[in-house]
């Protein structure tokens, strides 16, 4: 059966809205699913944040311990490592991900004070110290007393050379970040991997955490303000950040998704013709 082209421009609007669903049906995506810190019916626009995480000084730790004071040439004598920077994968410093964002970091450039696994570092003409258990501001305190038989006004600076997050997952660019000043937020950490993708769950976002030499697992919801107030808010060292894909992702890699609105708009197109034709009959 042979149709007239009136009898096809007739249908042709027909065409398009069949089209537009199956296309809108297989892409379309709530945008609740995509913002970020969304107010909840009994949300306020203030919320109480999670309290700072102060990291303790572990055994295998590498701690950069940087001594002054009045006189540089006596001070020298307890700072036997260099305290450059750590090394990026970029030697001229800069990002290796685009965008301006920081560089992922690799392994220390230099070797620091290695906290054995009896929590000891050995400093020279101090001797022995046991550090495991103390923050770096603690430990400053212990260097400073012991350091006024040797020194006048010594000044002490303790920093961790391995706090590192590892982030994976559905995010621009997924890497191991080394933190140089100690703390970290989720919203920063992913903010320097990138942002997640489109194809990322903002809603169930998984933090694996090792407590105690057992390994923890926490899930946050970017979607909600809630987040602000989770113990995962404040990432410790060696927290591992896993981004999930979502349907979206998974879609554009099956075949059977990519084709599936062509096959709903031809079996659609050919629906039309047949009701068509009974019609005219």
Do not use: W
């Not at 892409?27 to 203030?46: E, L, M």
């Not at 036997?80 to 685009?98: E, K, R």
């Not at 570092?121 to 022995?128: M, R």
């Amino acid at each position: 059966m042979f149709y007239s082209t009136k009898h096809l421009k007739a249908i042709y609007p027909a065409i398009l809205i069949f089209t537009a669903i199956a296309f809108m049906m297989s892409s379309c995506v709530d945008q609740k699913q995509i913002a970020y810190f969304q107010k909840g019916s009994q949300d306020h626009d203030t919320i109480t944040v999670a309290q700072a995480f102060v990291p303790k000084i572990q055994t295998g730790d590498i701690l950069s311990i940087s001594v002054g004071s009045l006189n540089p040439m006596a001070s020298s004598f307890f700072n036997p490592y260099s305290t450059m920077p750590v090394a990026s994968d970029n030697p001229t410093g800069g990002n290796t991900g685009g965008g301006g964002a920081p560089a992922a970091i690799s392994q220390p450039a230099a070797p620091g004070f290695l906290v054995d696994s009896a929590g000891i570092i050995e400093i020279p003409l101090i001797g022995s110290i046991k550090v495991s258990g103390l923050s770096t501001s603690q430990l400053r305190v212990i260097l400073k007393k012991r350091l006024v038989t040797y020194l006048k006004e010594p000044t002490v600076n303790v920093r961790f050379l391995n706090y590192k997050i590892s982030i994976m997952g559905e995010v621009a660019r997924p890497s191991v970040y080394v933190i140089p000043n100690e703390q970290i937020t989720l919203p920063e950490a992913l903010s320097m991997a990138g942002d997640l993708t489109i194809f990322g769950k903002r809603d169930n976002v998984l933090v694996i955490r090792e407590h105690d030499g057992k390994k923890e697992f926490g899930h946050v919801n970017l979607n909600s303000r809630e987040l602000y107030s989770s113990p995962y808010y404040y990432l410790h060292s060696n927290d591992v950040i896993y981004v999930e894909p979502g349907k979206g992702r998974i879609a554009q890699t099956d075949k059977t998704y990519q084709i599936l609105p062509i096959i709903l708009s031809a079996l659609s197109f050919i629906a039309i013709i047949f009701s068509y034709s009974h019609i005219k009959l």
